[in-house]
């Protein structure tokens, strides 16, 4: 058997293992904080937790910035969910137990438009440099590091003055519900973030080229007072449930 097959398997037997002992333990609450980005997957994952533990979870989701911003002020969390590089971060302020960091996926930037809009073409670079041009206005988050990507995207093609009359920045929570409901007419967005959102068609990852790829990854809080429970849930975001979910959502995945 094969050195990443026998990983695979061990993962496997680990959350099991862990579910059928999780049976034997009276139900408790959790609370995850998640970035955006990863909003569908970590939503329909966690359902799954709960069926199969009977653990109930509150989940809320921000930016990455702001989620930091309420791990390192002292809100109470027993998960975070991350791009690593912001988790790391608050590994370093001792605000999330290093040993409990597990990396999740990665999926790049994608765009959408309102449903039944025609379809642009944005299989090459200078297709999706043309679709930008000949799109009335264009949603990318204003406060998350893929928005700040997007703008920074759009001087390196060399568009960055005719496209600033179409610019619509919005919030994290809601950029791609604006698309759904007519306000503005495309969104440039973490790709994972448009699965699910009735009202709007996904053109697409953006070309190869140009992309750039956002990771989530996940940890325990050093104030969480059910850390065995918390452990639970994030192996369990590299169980065979939640790779067949987030294979679905299409977030890359692979085994440590």
Same mark, same amino acid.
């Given at each position: ?90 590994? =370093? %302020?001792?605000?999330?137990?290093? !040993?409990?960091? $597990?990396?999740?996926?990665?999926? /790049?930037?994608?765009?959408? #438009? ?51 009359? =179409? %610019?619509?920045?919005?919030?994290? !929570?809601?950029? $791609?519900?604006?698309?759904?409901? /007519?306000?503005?007419?495309? #969104? ?69």
């Amino acid at each position: 058997m094969s050195k990443v097959t026998f990983r695979g398997l061990s993962r496997y037997i680990l959350v099991v293992a862990i579910l059928f002992v999780s049976y034997d333990l009276p139900a408790i609450d959790l609370k995850v904080l998640s970035g955006n980005g990863s909003k569908p997957a970590v939503m329909e994952i966690c359902q799954e937790f709960e069926k199969l533990t009977g653990h109930h979870i509150q989940l809320d989701f921000a930016v990455n910035p702001h989620v930091r911003q309420r791990v390192d002020g002292g809100e109470y969390v027993d998960v975070v969910i991350l791009n690593p590089p912001v988790l790391d971060q608050l590994i =370093k %302020l001792q605000r999330i137990q290093s !040993e409990s960091k $597990v990396m999740i996926g990665r999926i /790049g930037l994608g765009a959408a #438009i309102r449903s039944g809009a025609p379809k642009p073409k944005m299989a090459t670079a200078q297709e999706f440099k043309e679709a930008l041009l000949n799109i009335n206005s264009v949603a990318y988050p204003s406060d998350g590091a893929s928005g700040k990507y997007f703008v920074s995207l759009l001087s390196r093609m060399g568009i960055e003055q005719p496209m600033q009359s =179409k %610019l619509r920045p919005m919030t994290g !929570e809601y950029n $791609v519900e604006g698309v759904a409901n /007519g306000e503005v007419d495309m #969104i440039v967005v973490v790709a994972s973030r448009i699965y699910g959102v009735p009202g709007v068609d996904f053109l697409g990852l953006i070309p190869n080229e140009l992309q750039t790829w956002i990771e989530f990854s996940a940890g325990v809080s050093q104030g969480s007072t059910h850390p065995v429970e918390s452990a639970q849930l994030t192996e369990f975001f590299r169980g065979p449930q939640a790779l067949e979910i987030l294979k679905k959502i299409g977030i890359e995945t692979s085994l440590p």
